[in-house]
């Protein structure tokens, strides 16, 4: 815990503003957390610092999830904002393990904005919703004057049920667990990024934007022990090991030469001055599971899965890379914004 | 139904680019809704159109809801958009006659915004959630660049519980129901139009802002055979009468002089050229109960409800106002944009 608090007793100009970092999923985002939302609204729900919510209702247990999605351009290699929006929501609920019932979406539209962009993000949505199995059952439309909004903002809610006895949450990390990754990291981010700096590249890059219950579902129907679940979307892999780390309050230690990171994504991350590990993915995610189980594991998740690492006995809540040619570094939370806006 | 489709085949530059009047609650809203929405996304919780979606996961019957919240200005007398953004949630649950349970919230920030006023939002959020009897399980922050958004937009969805075995629905009004409303009319338009035009009234005019589960708990606990239950927000009164009279196809009559305004508010209008059946209220609902329950369910609605009208047997979706001096005249939905951004 930083002792940094969000009303500073004597603030700098730059810190009692919101920036833009302020949303990029790294150090500010869990400031901006666990100094002003945390504080207010203590439960145990919230507490528990998962991408969603589980709560039991009537004997039912349900997960809960919401987010907002910005992403800019709208449309994008690969997805757009409306499946983007489906899929984000629908993956939240998956890595508490619950599969995905119900969406709700609310869209905020900027005044000016053409009708035909509008039908192509919700057909998406319908077609995303469709393929991620779930209902979009209640919705909303607000309008803001041109110049005060950007062309369309989507919320999504989602609730799922939670049919496994395993708590899959990061407390639940063990010493020991196998960290497994579903696949290659990094297309997300630089499909964005390349359609905004106007880049192309030999082949392009498709964002990997997908539903996540399919392998999830796969792990527990093979019987697999799951202790963890996490997506990969803003602040990357990096920041995701970081958050469960911390709350575990353990080590894990992960190889570079281990997570897949593509050629072209690689060439591009050079050109843009990225690091694969902190770029954001929309259909990826890690699982900790005991070593024991983790050759099955990997066989549930699909091809493209790999083992990148391991949580060790050390009490301490660090994430160390092995680098490529041999040498230990910690792996630190995104500071600062990497790629605003990436979702 | 009207037959302009939201790809008109040709369409006149006015028509196929979002207007203000799209998020206005009113004519521009329902067709964007019929147009676009539904069509795309057909499921029974949805057709409903309802203030929210009654789905049942495993036996549970839960209430769904979502909306975003884009008031302008953020703070305004009797409230702020912190509180709207949980009462209106959680309002839209206790229409369905559900007890609010959870409530998610996602925060889209524009670069730059107070520190200070987001904390002052984020502190009511905690106490008006506090007042609903909701916890807050869920949250997502988002920031956009500055002039890419307004301060801050609050998006909330919540989930309640249907104990009752009622249908509370448009679709459940039945010709004889009388229609109640639980107080007067108005005052959150007023409110925030004053302050945007920088009107001072005599005595300052509060926004009615409030949850509204416990009225309609009482109604339910009375053993009322409630039909339907709408809240009075985008779109105020006539909007909402519009819209169970289409979906229940039959004519609603009200009486202007039972529709009771306040003296300031009565001025307020005239001065800011509105009229109070078409302001946005967030406190304010509507019921519709058997006429031999009428008496019993006001007294349960508490100080200020009154009867304003019944369903006539006529089949035909039709509002009919008798006004003060005799008259009889059509009371359509909100065409255009009375008031944006109200809530």
């Known amino acids: 815990m ?17 920036l833009m970092a302020h949303g990029g999923g790294g150090k500010l985002t869990q400031q901006l957390i666990e100094k002003l ?28 999830s919401t987010d907002s999605y910005v992403v800019q351009p709208l449309f994008f290699p690969g997805g757009n904002i409306g499946d983007l929006a489906v899929y984000g929501t629908v993956n939240d609920l998956a890595m508490c393990g619950a599969r995905p019932l ?20 919700v057909d998406s949505m319908r077609a995303a919703a469709q393929r991620a199995g779930v209902q979009l059952v209640a919705g909303d439309t607000k309008v803001v004057d041109k110049g005060k909004g950007d062309g369309v903002f989507i919320n999504t809610a989602g609730i799922g049920v939670v049919e496994t006895q395993l708590a899959i949450a990061p407390s639940s990390v ?20 390349s359609v905004r700096e106007g880049l192309e590249f030999e082949s392009e890059i498709m964002s990997d934007t997908a539903p996540l219950w399919e392998p ?11 202790h963890c679940l996490r997506d990969l979307t803003r602040g990357g892999l990096s920041s995701a090991l970081n958050e469960i780390a911390g709350v575990a309050a353990l080590t894990i230690r992960v190889d570079e030469a281990a997570i897949p990171v593509s050629a072209p994504v690689k060439g591009a991350c050079e050109i843009l001055g990225l690091d694969p590990l ?23 998740m699909g091809p493209g899965a790999v083992q990148i690492g391991e ?13 490529r040619i041999g040498g230990n570094r910690v792996l630190d939370m995104l500071t600062g914004e990497q790629l605003p806006r990436i979702c």
């Not at 119900?102 to 993000?121: C, D, K, N, P, Q």
């Not at 960290?179 to 990024?193: E, K, P, S």
């Not at 060790?312 to 994430?319: D, H, I, K, Y």
């Open 2 to 18: 930083k002792d940094l608090n969000w009303t500073c007793p004597a603030p700098l100009p730059s810190e009692d503003r919101i």
């Open 37 to 64: 939302f945390l504080p207010l609204f203590s439960n145990p729900a919230l507490e528990a610092r998962h991408d969603g919510a589980v709560v039991t209702v009537k004997g039912v247990r349900l997960a809960v």
């Open 102 to 121: 119900y969406l709700t979406a609310g869209f905020i539209l900027e005044e000016g904005l053409a009708m035909s962009a509008l039908g192509r993000v």
């Open 174 to 193: 063990r010493p020991g667990d196998a960290v497994l990754l579903n696949g290659d990291l990094g297309t997300h981010g630089v499909a964005i990024l």
């Open 216 to 226: 999830v579902a796969a792990l527990l129907d093979a019987g697999i022990e799951v």
């Open 278 to 300: 902190y770029v954001a993915n929309e259909g990826r995610f890690i699982a900790f599971v005991p070593q024991q189980q983790a050759e099955q594991a990997l066989a549930a």
């Open 311 to 323: 949580v060790t006995g050390e009490a301490r809540p660090t994430v160390i890379l092995r680098s």
